[in-house]
């Protein structure tokens, strides 16, 4: 195989990642995450997150090196993520990518964080089919993509208006007494009736479709989980954790993918892509499996390694965007943490 061969940086969460690719040839995926650090305060604490970056990012890219064997000097360029993400922690990333680039002379690429997670996808599965779709769920974001070439020409169809999918796992979870991060834990609690408890989907309404016929909340779906545990701890009734799982659950998963195959049909996609953490969820990777099934549409899954944070993803997007003779980023770029696709 050939292509340019790229090192990645990734920091825009709570996930230190170093990869090294060779156009789509997987060369080192090397991750480091604070994750345990912040089990105590049932979220990523920025603060928390940048300091972790700045510690294991040294080390983090020595294993890639070692891994790879790799010489820093022999590569053709470096991308780092530019956003969106937390702020102080996508300023790591960006700080180590600027150092190397200047001390090795090499050129600088600031990609997206969401392309990113799209790009990985080539190193599993080849050549994207276009247009295709990405469903992007994890703590940190949940959105619908087109994508039409994956360095020049990605649209975002919709997002969440207030929480990520994650985010609403890890709340629930929490109100359930699960630890964090919750979303595996209701996975494996969500035993009970999925139809034991009508939860609202959320922006479904058809007064909502127009507007935000892409757009996701979850907000409104966490609130009504509280509000129902609430009420039978009040009343002294035990709560059927199983079943509040299970219903909570399908209520994502079945908001999720509807909306994920209505895209392919609105845009003419005949593959779905998923990606984030949200996409090891057991529930989704079946209903989506069906759904896209019945409707003729290729789901592309890459494995778990490779949907949650890594720097391979930033890595092998760098060698999409040099290969498509993209300009290489200004060594004065700064993060966006909420920069467009
Ligand atoms: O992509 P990721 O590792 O990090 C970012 O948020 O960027 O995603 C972590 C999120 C957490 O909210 C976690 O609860 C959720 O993904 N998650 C899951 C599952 N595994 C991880 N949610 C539902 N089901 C799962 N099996
Ligand atoms: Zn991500």
């Known amino acids: 195989m050939s292509g340019p061969l790229v090192l990645g940086i990734e920091s825009s969460c709570d996930e230190t990642g170093i990869g090294i690719v060779r156009g789509t040839e997987l060369l080192a995926n090397e991750v ?34 070692a891994t790879a064997d790799v010489d820093l000097t022999e590569i053709d360029g470096i991308a780092v993520t530019a956003g969106p993400g ?5 300023v790591v990333g960006l700080a180590a990518a600027k150092a190397l680039a200047v001390a090795l002379d090499k050129p600088l690429y600031g990609v997206n964080h969401l392309a990113g997670h799209v790009a990985v996808d080539l190193l599993e599965h ?20 087109e994508v039409d070439d994956i360095a020049t020409s990605i649209t975002e169809l919709g997002a969440t208006i207030d929480d990520a999918a994650g985010e609403a796992y890890d709340k629930v979870a929490r109100l359930l007494g699960l630890p964090y991060p919750g979303g595996p834990h209701i996975d ?28 996701f909340s979850f907000s409104g779906l966490k609130t009504a989980v509280a509000r129902w545990v609430e009420t039978r701890e009040r009343d002294g009734e ?11 659950q399908e209520a994502v998963c079945d908001v999720l993918t509807g909306k994920a195959i209505d895209a392919c049909r609105a845009t003419g996609a005949e593959s779905l892509l998923i990606g984030g953490g949200v996409a090891a969820n057991g529930r989704l990777r079946t209903l989506l499996a069906e759904r896209a099934s019945a409707a003729g549409i290729a789901l592309r899954t890459p494995r778990p390694g490779l949907c949650t944070d890594n720097g391979a993803m930033i890595a092998v997007l760098g060698a999409e965007v040099i290969e498509a003779g993209g300009a290489p980023s200004a060594l004065d770029i700064g993060a966006d943490p909420s920069l467009p696709v």
Do not use: N, W, Y
């Open 32 to 65: 480091a995450s604070s994750v345990e650090q912040h089990v105590r305060f049932g979220g990523v604490v920025p603060e928390v997150a940048s300091r972790a970056h700045l510690e294991a990012m040294v080390p983090t890219l020595r294993r890639a090196c």
């Open 86 to 90: 937390l702020m102080g922690a996508l």
């Open 126 to 145: 080849g050549p994207l089919p276009t247009p295709c779709v990405a469903l992007l769920v994890s703590g940190g974001h949940t959105s619908l993509l």
């Open 188 to 215: 494996r609690a969500a035993t009970g009736d999925p139809a034991a408890i009508a939860f609202p989907r959320g922006l479904t309404a058809p007064k909502d479709l127009v507007k935000h016929r892409f757009d």
């Open 238 to 248: 035990a709560i059927p954790v199983a079943d509040v799982a299970a219903s909570f």
